[in-house]
C-alpha cells in the first residue's frame, strides 16, 4: 500500500464530489428534508389514534354536554370530528376514514364489522361507563400494577433505522454506480496504466465516501434532534463506532456489486434489488417481532439489520460494549467478506 | 542500437478469432516505432499487450532483456485512442494526480512547456478542445519521464492544424531521446514521425521496416493524375496502366517522359496534370489488395 498513491486518489474523489454542485446539494439537502419531515410529523402532542364523526345540527355544543355526562367522550387519543353530512360521513366509516360516527340527535352509531379500530371502539363505548361482565372486578381478577418511565415514542425508535437508512443509500449509490461510470468512461482504464494498485483505489473510495457518510449521518442526527429531542441513552462514542463499521460494510458490499460491471442499468438494477428489501426487511419502519421466522432469519443476512440492532441497543436501551458486540462483529465479518470479494474479482476494465 | 522492448510471437485471442496472431518485433531505443493498419487490423490489442493491460494468450514480452513486470509501469508513458479524466479536474490537477502515482517525475514546468498547456493550466480538463485534450493526454503520458512512450492514434479525430501540432509534440519528445511506439492509420502519420514502421492487417505482421525503405523495395514508378474530363476518350483504351478512381485517372510510370509523350498522342490535355510518389497508402494496396479500412 503505497500512502502517497492512496492520497492522490482520494483528494481527487473528495475534489469531484465538492465541485460537483448538484450532487453536493442534493446530499446537503436531502438530509434536511428528512429533518424537517421528521419536525412536521412527530413535533407536538403525540397524535390521535382514532378518529370518531359526530353528527348532530349543533355537534359542537352537543359533544361538550355528553363530555360532562359520558366517560367515552372524555377519552384521550380519541379525536372527535364535527361532521355536516351523515351519507357522506357514513361513506367514510364504509372507506375506514372514519373509525366510527355518531348521530348524537338520534342516539344512534355506526361501525364498520371490518374495521379492527371500529372493534375496539366499541368495546370502549360499551366499557367505558360500566362495570365489565366479569365476576370480580372491571380487571377480570387481575392486579393493576404500574411503572414509570420516559416514553419512548415511536420517532425515538424510529430515527437509527432512518439514519442507517441513508447511510445505505449513500454507500451503495455513491460508491457501487460511481465506480461503474468511471469503468464506463475509461477513467479506470487509464488509471491501470499506472502504477496505483486496485487496493489502493478502492481504498481511497471507501475513506472518501466514509467521511461524507459519517459527516452527513451526524448532521441528520444533530438536526433532527434540535426538532424532535430524542433518547439517547448509550455513548455517542459506541453510536459513532456503530455506524463507521455499518457504512464500511455498506461502501464495500456496493464495491462488490461494482466489482465487474460497466453497465449503469445494470449496477443501478442490482443496486435496487439490493436496497429495497433491505429497506422493508431490516426493521427500518418496523419491527420484525410477529414476521415468518424465515423472514427474520432472511434480515439478518442483511447488513443494515445489524447497524439497526445495534444503533437502536445503543440510543434507547443504553446497551454498552458487550452488548452490541455480535452486531459489531457480524458487521466486521461482511465488511471484510465484501472487501475480499470485492478486491478480487475488480476489474479496471 | 540496443533493443529496448522485444515482442514475440504474440497472441491474443477472443473467443474463436484470433485479434493478433504471432506478433514478433524489436523496439530500438530511442527511435520511433509505428504499427500501422486499418481498423480491427490488431495494433490496439498489440500495444496494450506490450503496456501490460492485456495479457498475451501465447508468445513473450522483454523488456532491457527481462521479462515485463511491475516495474515496467514505471518506466512506460501510455497514451489511449480515448481516455476519460475524473469530472471537474483541471489540467494541472491532473497531472499534479497522474505524476504522484510515479516515483520519478518529469518537472511541471518541462511537462507543461514541452505540451505548450500553460494557456489553459486551471481549466476543467471536460471544457478543452479536442486537440487540448490529446496534448494534456500527451502530458499525462510523459509525467513520469517514461523510457518508452505508446501512442495509440494520438491524432485520430483531430483537424489537419491540430494533427500538424501534436506530430510537432512528438517529434520533440523523440529528440528529447524517448523510444516511441506509435499506432496509426493515417500512412501520412507514420511516414512523418516513424523510423521504422510494421503494417499490420488480420492479426499479422505483412511487412515491416523503414518507410523510405520499403517504399523503394516494392515501388520503382511514380503515378501521374489527371482529371477524367481532361481524357477525351475511354482511359482504359490508352496503352498506359490505368486505374479511374471517381473523377481522377492514375497511371503508373517507370519513364515519365515516355508517358507524357503517349499522352499527347492521344490528346490528352496536360493542363491539370499531377505527379506524385508511391505512398504507403499505395504500398498497403499493393500488400493487401485492399483500401485501408479508415
Known amino acids: 500500500m503505497n500512502w502517497h498513491r492512496f492520497l492522490a486518489v482520494l483528494k481527487a474523489r473528495n475534489r ?37 364523526g359526530v ?13 360532562e355526562t359520558q366517560a367515552f367522550f372524555r377519552t384521550d387519543y380519541i379525536q372527535f370530528i ?53 365476576t370480580n372486578s372491571p380487571t377480570g381478577g387481575f392486579q393493576r400494577q404500574t411503572v414509570t418511565g420516559r416514553e419512548i415514542r415511536y420517532v425515538e425508535w424510529l430515527i437509527p433505522g432512518i439514519l442507517a437508512m441513508n447511510m445505505m443509500f449513500s454507500a451503495l449509490f455513491g460508491v457501487g454506480y460511481v465506480i461503474v461510470r468511471y469503468r464506463k468512461s475509461g477513467v479506470l482504464r487509464r488509471l491501470q496504466a499506472t502504477p496505483l494498485t486496485a487496493l489502493e483505489f478502492l481504498s481511497a473510495q471507501v475513506v472518501s465516501r466514509l467521511w461524507l457518510i459519517i459527516a452527513i449521518t451526524s448532521g441528520i442526527y444533530a438536526g433532527a434532534n434540535l426538532f424532535i429531542d430524542f433518547s439517547m441513552f448509550g455513548s455517542y462514542l459506541l453510536l459513532l463506532l456503530v455506524f463507521t463499521l455499518g457504512a464500511i460494510s455498506l461502501i464495500s458490499l456496493g464495491l462488490l456489486v461494482a466489482a465487474r460491471i460497466a453497465s449503469e442499468e445494470l449496477a443501478g438494477g442490482i443496486l435496487n434489488v439490493l436496497s429495497w428489501p433491505m429497506m422493508f426487511l431490516s426493521g427500518v419502519w418496523f419491527s420484525l417481532e410477529g414476521t415468518p421466522p424465515l423472514i427474520q432469519k432472511l434480515a439478518l443476512l442483511f447488513p443494515l439489520t ?8 445503543v440510543m434507547i436501551d443504553g446497551a454498552g460494549l458487550a452488548g452490541i458486540s455480535t452486531q459489531l462483529i457480524v458487521l466486521t465479518l461482511m465488511s471484510a467478506i465484501f472487501l475480499l470479494l470485492g478486491a478480487v474479482l475488480f476489474r479496471w476494465k | 542500437m540496443a533493443v529496448l522492448l522485444q515482442a514475440t510471437n504474440l497472441v491474443k485471442r477472443f473467443g474463436d478469432v484470433a485479434a493478433v496472431n504471432g506478433v514478433s518485433f524489436g523496439l530500438e531505443a530511442g527511435t520511433c516505432f509505428g504499427l500501422l493498419g486499418p481498423n480491427g487490423a490488431g495494433k490496439t490489442t ?17 523488456y532491457r ?28 490537477e491532473a497531472l499534479e494526480m497522474f505524476g504522484s502515482f510515479y516515483p520519478r517525475t518529469t518537472p511541471m514546468a518541462e511537462l507543461i512547456e514541452t505540451c505548450a498547456l500553460s494557456e489553459f493550466l486551471d481549466r476543467d480538463s471536460r471544457k478543452l478542445s479536442g486537440g487540448q485534450r490529446q496534448r494534456l493526454l500527451l502530458a499525462i503520458a510523459l509525467v513520469n519521464d517514461p523510457q518508452v512512450v505508446f501512442l495509440d492514434e494520438p491524432t485520430t479525430g483531430l483537424d489537419p492544424q491540430a494533427r500538424h501540432n501534436l506530430w510537432a509534440l512528438v517529434k520533440r519528445i523523440r529528440a528529447q531521446g524517448k523510444t516511441i511506439l506509435l499506432t496509426t492509420h493515417y500512412m501520412e502519420e507514420a511516414y512523418e514521425l516513424c523510423d521504422e514502421i510494421a503494417i499490420m492487417d488480420h492479426g499479422k ?27 477525351l476518350g475511354d482511359p482504359d483504351e490508352l496503352p498506359l496502366p490505368v486505374t479511374v478512381h471517381g473523377d481522377t485517372v492514375e497511371i503508373l510510370s517507370r519513364d515519365i517522359n515516355t508517358t507524357i509523350r503517349t499522352l499527347l498522342d492521344h490528346d490528352v490535355s496536360l493542363a491539370g496534370l499531377q505527379i506524385r510518389p508511391r505512398t504507403l497508402e499505395d504500398l498497403f494496396l499493393a500488400l493487401t489488395g485492399e483500401a485501408l479500412r479508415a
Open chain 1, 82 to 134: 364535527p361532521v355536516t353530512g351523515l351519507a357522506s360521513a357514513i361513506t367514510k366509516v364504509e372507506r375506514h376514514q372514519l373509525d366510527m360516527l355518531f348521530d348524537l340527535d338520534r342516539q344512534r352509531y355506526w361501525v364498520n364489522r371490518d374495521s379492527p379500530k371500529g372493534y375496539i371502539l366499541e368495546r370502549v363505548l360499551r366499557g367505558a361507563d360500566t362495570v365489565a361482565d366479569t
Open chain 1, 16 to 52: 469531484e464530489f465538492i465541485r460537483d454542485r448538484s450532487a453536493l446539494g442534493w446530499n446537503v439537502m436531502f438530509p434536511l428534508l428528512i429533518v424537517a419531515g421528521f419536525a412536521f410529523a412527530f413535533s407536538g402532542k403525540p397524535m390521535d389514534l382514532y378518529k370518531v
Open chain 1, 306 to 313: 445489524h447497524i439497526i440492532d445495534a444503533a437502536r441497543a
Open chain 2, 46 to 62: 498489440t500495444l496494450e499487450m506490450l503496456e501490460g493491460i492485456a495479457d498475451a494468450d501465447e508468445g513473450e514480452i522483454l
Open chain 2, 205 to 231: 505482421i505483412i511487412t515491416r521496416g523503414s518507410p523510405k525503405a520499403l517504399l523503394a523495395e516494392h515501388f520503382d514508378e511514380v503515378v501521374l493524375q489527371l482529371p477524367r474530363a481532361d481524357i
Open chain 2, 65 to 92: 532483456g527481462k521479462p515485463v513486470g511491475a516495474e515496467f509501469r514505471n518506466d512506460a508513458g501510455i497514451m489511449f485512442q480515448t481516455t476519460a479524466l475524473q469530472d471537474y479536474m483541471t489540467v494541472r
Open chain 1, 55 to 67: 353528527y348532530a345540527a349543533d355537534p359542537v355544543q352537543k359533544l361538550a354536554s355528553l363530555r
